[in-house]
Nanobody
Framework: QVQLVESGGGLAQPGGSLRLSCTTNGLALDDYVTGWFRQAPGKEREVVSCISAKLANTYYANSVKGRFTISRDNAKNTVYLQMNKLNLDDTAVYYC???????????????????WGQGTQVTVSS
C-alpha cells in the first residue's frame, strides 16, 4: 500500500507563506497525477491544485490561483505546494493524494485518487 507523508503545515499570519511537501517511497510520483486537497472544519473537502504526470501540467482552484504553486522534484520524489499570501480562508487540513491516471486542465476530482496522506494542518491566524 502506498504511504504518502505530508509535511510543512503550521501556523502562519495572514499574508504569510508556507510550503507543504508530499513524499512517498511506494511509487514514483512523476508516473501519476498528484493533487493537494483541503478540508476546513464544517466544510467539504475541496481541491486545491493538481499536477499531471511527466509534463507537470498544473490545475488550480480559483480560490488559490496566483497565490499557490504546485511543483514536483522528481529527484526527491516530492510534490510541493508553495502557499503565498495566505488568508484566513486557507485554514484547513491539507491532504496529498496520488496514483491517479486522470488529469484535466478544467477540474481535479478527489474520486480520481486512490492513495491519500494523513493530512497536515495549516492555520492562518493573526
Amino acid at each position: 500500500q502506498v504511504q504518502l507523508v505530508e509535511s510543512g503545515g503550521g501556523l502562519a499570519q495572514p499574508g504569510g507563506s508556507l510550503r507543504l511537501s508530499c513524499t512517498t517511497n511506494g511509487l514514483a510520483l512523476d508516473d501519476y497525477v498528484t493533487g493537494w486537497f483541503r478540508q476546513a472544519p464544517g466544510k467539504e473537502r475541496e481541491v486545491v491544485s493538481c499536477i499531471s504526470a511527466k509534463l507537470a501540467n498544473t490545475y488550480y482552484a480559483n480560490s488559490v490561483k496566483g497565490r499557490f504553486t504546485i511543483s514536483r522534484d522528481n529527484a526527491k520524489n516530492t510534490v510541493y505546494l508553495q502557499m503565498n499570501k495566505l488568508n484566513l480562508d486557507d485554514t484547513a487540513v491539507y491532504y496529498c493524494a496520488t496514483e491517479s491516471a486522470y488529469y484535466s486542465d478544467y477540474d481535479c476530482l478527489a474520486s480520481w485518487f486512490p492513495s491519500w496522506g494523513q493530512g497536515t494542518q495549516v492555520t492562518v491566524s493573526s
